[in-house]
């Protein structure tokens, strides 16, 4: 755990995992203001700015990512379709089983593809 090599993968991973979930997410509002629903795009989006900019292999990082993947998809679905008793994220939240199932599974299909390209592969 000491290896700064692990811990400059974790950096600059996470550094990656925040731009682009920002772009996945200013994307995906673009997206859907074009008529199309792309709620996998913040996720997916995280893992590869990780994947990109950690360069190395590192499981944490991708557990990092899958797990910010689930989170910035559920914050971009109240964002673009709050609930309309209560537009709160915690009445949005208290209320995850009435999201329809197909936007459930899209978000954690984004999160597989975080997990996944977060996982990148050793370079040589």
Known sequence: MNDPRFVQTLVF??????????????????????????????????????GLCARRRSFPLAVTCAALSVALGLYSEWRLRPFTADPSFSYFFA????????????????????YRWALGSERR
């Open 13 to 50: 991973g996470l550094l990656g995992a925040v731009i682009g979930g920002a772009v996945g997410y200013y994307a995906f509002i673009w997206i859907a203001h074009q008529g199309f629903y792309a709620i996998m795009l913040p996720g997916a989006f995280v893992g590869l700015g990780a």
């Open 95 to 114: 209320n995850l089983h009435r999201v329809t199932p197909i936007n459930l599974i899209l978000i954690a299909v984004g999160a597989y593809f975080g």
